[in-house]
């Protein structure tokens, strides 16, 4: 950072790269969690008023962090606390709602700082969206019960949480999340559901393939069969 530029003078903004879309909803056991997919992927933009250009040096800072979130499908209303019926107070988001920053290259090769999002889970059905909060820690400045202020923050769009008999399925892994898993990013990469629409076209292919064998008994075309009753009308002309 040069030093005619102060750390609160730079332009803070977040910018999601990856929304989420939907979610089984993973109800109130511990052991069934259904992480929303895709997993919210967050960059941040971090520039220099005085020469419009980003500032590497704050981009790799290692205490800034993001917070994320659960509201309404409006963003009018927070709801990551949810109030059961014995009026006990629990998370209905769960997971890791703190990620770290990870300098990486992008799918196309273009270096930035990403915070990863894989261990979000909701558990109740509905839409909702998530809030994600820029903070920067300061470690020589920590004091029991003080704060970080909030730098910037960003809402995503509308996802849905399912019942588990109408959830459509994991989606695959985007190009994104594979180039930020192969930089060491902890993300997991996911092959979706391509592997049970393999498998659904393979017995379609074989359904098909029998379909095809009846049509023509013990291997003889219908031509092959008419050729040979030619052959023996003429053979009893002939006697």
């Known amino acids: 950072m040069p030093p005619n530029v102060s750390q609160s003078d730079l332009q803070y903004k977040l910018i999601i790269r990856q929304q989420p879309i939907a979610a089984r909803a993973c109800g109130f056991g511990e052991r069934d ?3 929303i997919d895709p997993p919210p992927i967050i960059q ?3 520039k220099d008023p005085q020469t419009g250009g980003v500032d590497m040096d704050e981009l ?4 800034n962090l993001v917070h994320c979130t659960l509201w ?4 009018s209303a ?8 014995d009026r006990r107070t629990t998370r209905r988001l769960m997971g890791q709602l703190v990620a770290s920053p ?3 290259k992008d799918e196309h090769d273009v270096e930035g700082c990403f915070f990863c999002f894989p261990d979000l889970s ?11 909060v820029l903070m920067r820690v300061d470690p020589a400045h920590l004091v029991v019960g003080g704060f970080s202020p909030i730098l910037t923050e960003v809402l995503s769009d509308v996802f849905t949480v399912y019942t588990a008999k109408d959830f459509p399925g994991m989606r695959p892994s985007s190009a994104l999340t594979r180039a930020l898993k192969l930089q060491g990013c902890n993300i997991q990469v996911k092959k979706g559901n391509e592997k049970a629409l393999g498998r659904r076209r393979e017995r379609e292919s074989q359904r098909n393939s029998m379909g095809d064998a009846a049509d023509v008994p013990n291997g003889r075309s219908r031509g092959s069969s008419e ?8 053979r009893r002309r002939e006697v």
């Open 227 to 234: 050729d040979e009753e030619d052959g023996r009308r003429k």
């Open 72 to 75: 309404n499908a409006d963003g």
């Open 122 to 132: 909701c558990r109740t059905h509905g839409k909702y969206r998530l809030r994600f």
């Open 102 to 104: 990870s300098v990486a």
């Open 60 to 63: 790799k800072y290692s205490f």
């Open 44 to 46: 941040l933009e971090v």
């Open 78 to 85: 927070e709801e990551t606390a949810l109030v059961q019926p």
């Open 33 to 35: 969690r259904r992480v």
